[in-house]
């Protein structure tokens, strides 16, 4: 500050109107020496032992770089930025600073409006305990979070992160072994009014005794990007996601694997919700269904379920919902209790839309097959419905009042039958078709089609391109009996 004295001294001194660059001048140093930032350290060798005094001392655009090793106590834990935006970050990277809440206490508390420049960077928060977040809660605030890790941490509303009315951004963070206990709501993550959004985040072995084994989303809208689960897991709904309240999160690239639940093993969504889905993938999951859809309207574009093993459904459960299906693939989904059910979708009571959907090798043991129908009318528009493993491809339950409609699609090769039952009018008609597809490698699980497949764009002029994927190859196909096709997906 003493340039900036010496300036507004020689302001005093000397004419107003001679002085103007001498006023900038004055100003610029002042904003200058303002605008500087602190560094502080925290460790055994820095400039104090414990976090919470650290940030205590550090001003708006500050940071404190913490050492590594473990801190846990009164002094480390329960950490509040003040509503002054400053960075926290690990000096020693690779989320060596450890913040242990000894199952007593949480990490951080964002609650004082800090803004998405107060970052937490490199940090393992573990065994923290709270009645809502076990290691984060933020509320009417939006701290950024990279590169952290979440762990064995419990609470009753989001075993790890509470967000409420907030957009946090978590980035390359890992959310592993949480627990939402006694009401039980987000194993991972519990999100209410929040518009946060994850990148490049994974969510393993989270669990929920009632909902959203990963995160449970109450009237939220967040962004989900290139995020991973695996292994989670909900008692009654949303092994991985559940919705409800008119949730309406986006997911990009995200991958569901080996979640269960009592319903909903990957996704749950309910009460007006509209997740919309793109380039998501559900896989290798066991319970009733992967995806369970009721009184909502979600939508998928470019997704995949593949390998999914229910007790009524491999696939999609649809109950009274509008949800839309675009460019999705159903492949080796089964239904294996006997019950009956479909392997790759269940319509009740449910008009869902699929358009340029491919359904492969699905198929339901005992009653059931690929696609099952019940007091429903979904439609299908250039669909294939090809080599179903058990069961026909559609099968309607009797009693009811069932109207699938197809158009410009092509159903072949099913163990139980193509074009029989409830859809058996609507062979030869409105450009439906019986013809081998010819997928490029069937048994290597590439169901892209060759070029002289009569379901490409240039065989179909009337209705360009039949399937949820274009031309792949251009040679002959070897074409596969049903039982070599069945013995693929035993």
């Given amino acids: 500050m003493r340039n900036g004295r010496a300036c507004l001294f020689r302001q005093r001194k000397e004419q107003p109107v001679s002085m ?14 303002t605008a500087t930032a602190t560094t502080i350290t925290v460790g055994p060798s820095g400039d104090y032992a414990d976090i919470q005094p650290a ?29 002054v935006n400053k960075v926290l970050r690990s000096a020693g990277g690779g989320r060596s600073a450890i913040i242990d809440g000894g199952g007593l206490r949480y990490g951080f508390w964002f609650a004082s409006g800090e803004g998405p420049t107060s970052v937490v960077e490199g940090f393992t928060v573990t065994n923290g305990y709270e009645y809502s977040g076990g290691a984060v809660y933020c509320s009417e605030s939006s701290p950024t979070f990279i590169d952290c890790t979440l762990s064995n941490c419990t609470s009753e509303y989001g075993g790890a992160a509470y967000l409420w009315t907030c957009s ?33 985040c994974t969510f393993s072995d989270n669990s929920s ?9 109450y009237d939220a809208d967040p962004t989900l990007i290139g995020c991973a689960f695996t292994g989670n897991s909900a008692i009654n709904h949303g092994g991985g996601l559940y919705c409800t309240e008119g949730s ?3 997911l990009t690239g995200c991958t569901f694997t080996g979640c269960s639940a009592g319903i909903g093993m990957g996704m749950y969504t309910t009460a007006g919700s509209a997740p919309a889905l793109m380039d998501c993938g559900f896989y290798d999951s066991t319970g009733p269904n992967v995806v369970y859809c009721e009184y909502g309207a979600p939508t998928f574009t470019d997704c995949t379920f593949m390998d999914n093993t229910g007790d009524y459904c491999g696939g999609a459960y649809v109950y009274e919902s509008v949800s839309e299906f675009t460019r999705c693939v159903f492949s080796g989904n089964i239904v294996t209790a006997g019950h009956g059910g479909g392997g790759a979708l269940y319509c009740d009571y449910a008009a869902p839309v699929l358009t340029n959907c491919t359904f492969v090798a699905n198929g339901a043991d005992g ?43 092509n159903v072949y090769g099913n163990a139980g039958g193509d074009w029989v039952g409830c859809i058996a009018g609507q062979a030869g008609i409105s450009n439906n078709m019986n013809l081998d597809p010819l997928f490029c490698d069937l048994p290597g699980g590439d169901f892209t089609i060759d070029a002289s497949s009569p379901c490409a764009a240039a065989q179909s002029p009337v209705c360009g391109l039949i399937g949820a994927l274009d031309v792949g190859c251009d040679s002959p196909v070897e ?9 693929l997906y035993r």
């Fill in 367 to 409: 009653v059931g097959g690929t696609i099952f129908v019940r007091e429903s009318s979904p439609s299908f528009t250039n669909c294939i419905v090809a080599h179903g493993v058990s069961g026909p491809a559609v099968d309607c339950d009797e009693g009811y009042t069932n109207d699938p409609a197809f158009d410009c699609s």
């Fill in 209 to 217: 005794v009632h909902y959203g084994g990963a995160i449970h989303c």
């Fill in 479 to 487: 074409a596969m009996s049903w039982g070599a096709i069945k013995s």
């Fill in 248 to 250: 309406d999160p986006v």
């Fill in 20 to 33: 103007r660059p001498w006023i900038l001048a004055c100003v610029l140093t002042l904003v200058a020496g």
């Fill in 168 to 200: 946090a951004a978590f980035t390359n963070c890992t959310f592993s072994g949480n627990q939402a206990t006694g009401d039980g709501w987000g194993g991972a993550v519990y999100c209410e009014h929040c518009s946060s959004v994850f990148t490049d």
């Fill in 55 to 83: 940030l205590n001392a550090a001003g708006e655009g500050d940071t404190v770089l913490v050492m590594s090793g473990t801190y846990s106590g009164e002094d480390n834990t329960n950490l509040s930025f003040g509503g």
